[in-house]
């Protein structure tokens, strides 16, 4: 202790310093990592990883023989770049951006769920066209979803939906009783009984081996074919080839998608043109002012750290995600 | 008493009869008016008239010298088309639709905020062009709304929105120190002052001499640069001029249209292309099986009526809507 703590900063290729980071240039040296040489160049003197670019793929590239890290803080809910072997199989903790983002993607979701009931999008086709066209929407009271993935979004999901009126199931590792957020939640082995009872499925996962590619042909055909589903928790959950197929066969009625297998989601893809698919550029959580609240968290957490404290929002390495408290 | 009632049923141009009706032919002879002609014809025959066409300007054109007309309902909330002097001046009740589209209504309202929270036309948008863009986004907790009108739709809007995590205050006739859905009421005559503390103005105000043309240049300058317009009461409660010239100079964020001065709008209207402007077709309330409920309606009153029993949902004339019990 005493010897000032050194920050190594990771950022997307070419990004600046992520903002708000000033109050730390007197309590930490601060290192920026925009790019694979000078993240290979900080990564042996960094006690600290700050990981502000949740794609990364340079770590494994570049992970050093010896290293110094004592923490690796991710500014993200996801912390699936993470989690590659020399992390993984470590005893360095890895914390994440818990709680964050709850509060946006819970409304991002159900401004989703009205964009479906309420035809807004071809509401906008028709205003585009200059065209009055009367049409009738639905409801959202009383619709039953289904949130796949019971952790802090996804409770913080079905705690507004369940306030607008919607009746909300969660998928979890295990089933419970009773619950203060969710009606019920089922256990991760009955989502293909569950999904028939769906009018909206929410994919609010972290992901990790047991959901990857979770939601193929069987899950699809396993919905209704006027549900839809939604999906902010990470791409590769869906495989996008059997929801495309889903999709086109009408098996399902819709999907918006903020994540994708590839991202960004490539001028090519048959995704952008398919009826009744919203897409959005990874943004669900993202509100004014996001990336300085996650430097915000990060540093209540460093001053944590260094005063010896216990570090908030320690993932769990073997489940890839902050276990409920 | 014994005699078979006649109900006139007034739907728009060549409609056919609102669906439903079908429980009342053994109780009631009906008689379709759906042009001019037959309207003139059934009118002065008619004890009961059920209005289905809520934007009809025949009545007055036609309203026979002798009549029997002992009861007008009109499936709609609005009814100032009814408000013609031959039947405000008489003592003939009338009713309405009070209640059927409040909740659909509420849940068109929160999803057009999160419609502009979300930028969601935007995203729209890049997804016709196949572009990946992101972009930081809004919350809609703790914004504050401005509800013009605290009916019944009104009432419904703010226990929705308080629900989703915002804070609404109303507008009505008089002022309240305590009310049960709205943070607080001010009384009409504060609305410009008032205007500057709201993110979202909301019109649900009935169509009455106090209200045609309230939003002018006086109430868009009283608005928040960063405010966004929703009307989905009537369309002449806004000025479209002074609402046009707003946007424009952007001295307001924003508006979302349901009704119109004109409706339809006009193919060359300039709102059409207006940037964050959104128009939908006088739908805001009509939920997959809408016409149906509102027969349904009608026939719980007719009942009622029949067995000498109070009507419900009937409109003080001289306000020009039903007053809170």
């Known amino acids: ?32 990592c925009n ?18 670019d949740f794609r ?14 004592r923490w690796i803080h991710a500014t993200s809910a996801g912390v699936d770049a993470l989690m590659i072997p020399p992390i993984r199989d470590s005893n360095i903790p890895v914390t994440n951006a818990r709680g964050v983002f709850d509060r946006p993607i ?44 019971a952790g802090s979004i996804g409770r913080q999901i079905a705690r507004l939906l369940r306030a607008a009126g919607l009746k909300v199931d969660g998928i979890a590792r295990s089933a419970r009783d009773s619950d203060p957020d969710f009606g019920r939640v089922h256990a991760s082995g009955s989502l293909l009984r569950q999904l028939p009872e769906a009018d909206y499925v929410v994919i609010a996962a972290p992901l990790t081996d047991d959901t990857r590619g979770l939601f193929g042909p069987e899950a699809f055909d396993a919905m209704r074919e006027d549900a839809r589903l939604i999906n902010i928790g990470r791409g590769p959950i869906v495989q996008t080839d059997a929801l495309v197929a889903a999709l086109k066969a009408g098996r399902i009625a819709g999907a918006a998608l903020d994540v994708f297998e590839q991202e960004p989601l490539p001028a090519n893809h048959p995704l952008w043109d398919q009826p009744n698919v919203i897409i959005s550029a990874h943004m669900a959580g993202d509100v004014v002012g996001w ?9 209540e957490n460093f001053r944590r750290w260094k005063s010896g404290g216990k570090l908030h929002n320690v993932v769990d390495k073997a489940r890839g995600y902050v276990p409920p408290a």
Chains 1, 2 share one sequence.
């Open 35 to 52: 790019d694979r040489d000078s993240l290979q160049r900080h990564l042996p003197e960094a006690d600290i990883l700050m990981v502000a």
């Open 106 to 149: 819970a409304e991002f979701v159900l401004g989703q769920i009205l964009n479906f009931a309420k035809d807004f999008q071809n509401s906008f086709r028709y205003q585009q066209q200059h065209e009055w066209r009367h049409r009738d929407t639905e409801r959202i009271e009383g619709k039953q979803v289904l949130v796949v993935g």
């Open 56 to 69: 990364t793929d340079l770590l494994e590239d570049v992970w050093p023989g010896e290293h110094r890290l």
């Open 1 to 32: 202790m005493g010897e000032t703590p050194v920050i190594a900063v990771v950022t997307a290729a070419e990004e600046s310093w992520p903002p708000g980071l000033q109050p730390l240039e007197s309590e930490a040296r601060l290192l920026l």
């Open 291 to 299: 990336r300085k609240t996650l430097t915000e968290q990060f540093i």
